[in-house]
């Protein structure tokens, strides 16, 4: 077995207790993230004739459940990425040009606390308000309108900072999803990536340059500590590796060292992952996704600056488990060589509703590569289980924060089977121990003792307290 100290919960009376994470940089918190889970296409979705916080079910997604987000966690799902549009919910009040409407946020923060409370890191960002040029769009990387896309992401991360100040290191903000010309020929790509040729793409990448300041200049002058604090991610032209890559983009100037990441998306190779017809997975496929990633880890991770890959998937396209599994096999293996906590998109859209809605005429038949459905968003349960357990199969265990939480120089240890809490090289005798299983049930409760036999438990997650006359240790035990 192995004991593990660090960023740990434990159970009582149905609360969850958690170690604050705070002072750490963000390359440190990359490490600890492990990997994630999108709750895609539900707070990010908008339409007409849906206001307020029924937009939320507005691309066919139920309600997202605290069910759902407890077993991501438990699934082993360290890291939930929450996609938020906020436009549609906007108004000219109270000094702002876009000010968000309290429903929206007391919903996206209650989704946000069950994340949380299961001591999992969120990723909260700018989802589709891009919109395109010709529909009134939120934000739009060009100079003609740069005033209202940087007035735009300063009025909402204005107010998510100030509605999120108190909370620790686990809410990382993420400035803007995928910003790029919408419909523009070049909307997803652009060439040669060091000097793009296209004038629009480079006069686009130097505006989002810009948004990334104001965003993160927003977060940082709010006030609290918490803030100054905060992990950030700042993406490219379109989130993509390239974007990331041009010598035309570059990170904002930061007040406070060493908390800016990167974010990119990467379903690659990208027709098997997403566009074009149904492809099988190939041997050559590995060296295309090393070709993707290697300069990313070059440029950032080796000076420390992390690189969250916080999009990634290979759609279903009927093609079988088989090639799915080889690609989740590769690249989450891959990622984990180059250093990159990945987060898995999801949508909630499988092959079969896709085919059933090509049969009654609501899906589209260009967006054959949209099937990420991993979840089934009406019961909680796994589409696809095997899948899931493919990602934990290659990450193995998950990382652990080591450190007392207390402040005291005890660590607990495991010796033969027991777990003691030592002190300088000595034992000390446990005044108390509370042992609790992952679903925060009492299984022991020992007085007065000097260890605790633990080789008799089945293999699982439990939680500990250990009481003693010189403080306490709470701490995280796998088995």
Request: charged residues 20%; aromatic residues 12%; proline residues 4%.
């Amino acid at each position: 077995m192995s004991v593990l100290v660090g960023v740990i919960m434990t159970f009582m009376g149905g609360q969850t207790f958690a170690a604050p994470v705070n002072g750490k940089t963000a390359f440190e918190i990359s490490k600890l993230m492990y990997t994630g889970w999108n709750v895609g296409n539900s707070l990010d979705a908008y339409k007409d004739n849906y206001y307020g916080v029924n937009t939320e079910t507005a691309w066919g997604n139920p309600k997202i459940t605290k069910y759902m987000i407890d077993n991501v966690r438990k699934s082993g799902f360290r890291t939930l990425r929450i996609p938020v549009s906020w436009g549609q919910h906007t108004k000219a009040e109270g000094g702002f040009q876009y000010k968000i409407d309290e429903a929206w946020l007391q919903r996206v923060k209650e989704v946000v606390d069950y994340a949380i409370d299961n001591d999992m890191f969120v990723i909260l960002n700018i989802h589709h308000d891009n919109g395109d040029q010709w529909n009134q769009p939120y934000f739009w990387p060009s100079n003609a309108k740069k005033d209202q896309s940087i007035r735009y992401v300063t009025d909402i991360w204005t107010q998510v900072s100030e509605y999120f100040k108190d909370y620790d290191q686990r809410l990382i903000f993420e400035t803007l999803n995928e910003p790029r010309l919408v419909g523009d020929a070049n909307e997803w790509w652009f060439w040669p990536v060091d000097k793009p040729n296209q004038s629009n793409v480079a006069e686009a990448i130097g505006v989002i340059n810009e948004m990334n300041q104001a965003a993160l200049n927003a977060i940082r002058n709010n006030g609290s500590e918490a803030n100054r604090d905060r992990m950030v991610l700042v993406p490219g032209y379109d989130a993509s590796p390239d974007g990331a890559m041009t010598s035309k983009f570059t990170l904002p100037n930061d007040q406070t060292p060493n908390r800016l990441g990167i974010e990119v998306h990467a379903y690659r190779p990208t027709e098997l992952c997403l566009t074009g017809d149904r492809k099988y997975f190939q041997e050559n496929d590995k060296q295309e996704i090393r070709n993707v990633l290697s300069p990313l880890y070059n440029r950032y991770v080796k000076q420390q600056i992390p690189v969250v890959i916080d999009e990634t998937s290979i759609a279903d396209k009927g093609q079988g488990d088989e090639t799915r599994l080889q690609w989740f096999e590769a690249f989450y293996s891959i990622a984990k060589e180059f250093e990159m906590p990945c987060v898995l998109w999801d949508n909630g859209t499988t092959w079969e509703t896709y085919q059933r809605g090509l049969k009654e005429g609501w899906s589209d038949p260009n967006t054959n590569g949209e099937c990420h459905g991993f979840m089934n968003r009406n019961t909680g349960n796994w589409n696809q289980p095997l899948m899931v357990a493919k990602i934990m199969e290659v990450l193995g265990d998950a990382p652990t924060d080591i450190q007392n939480v207390e402040s005291t120089d005890m660590i607990l240890v495991n010796n033969a089977g027991n777990l003691s809490v030592i002190n300088g090289g000595a034992a000390i005798v446990m005044n108390r121990v509370l042992l609790f299983n992952a679903n925060g049930k009492l299984l022991l409760m020992e007085n007065m003792v000097e260890s605790v036999p633990v080789l008799s438990l089945p293999r699982g997650v439990y939680f500990v307290v250990v009481e003693t006359s010189f403080g306490s240790v709470k701490a995280k035990v796998v088995l």
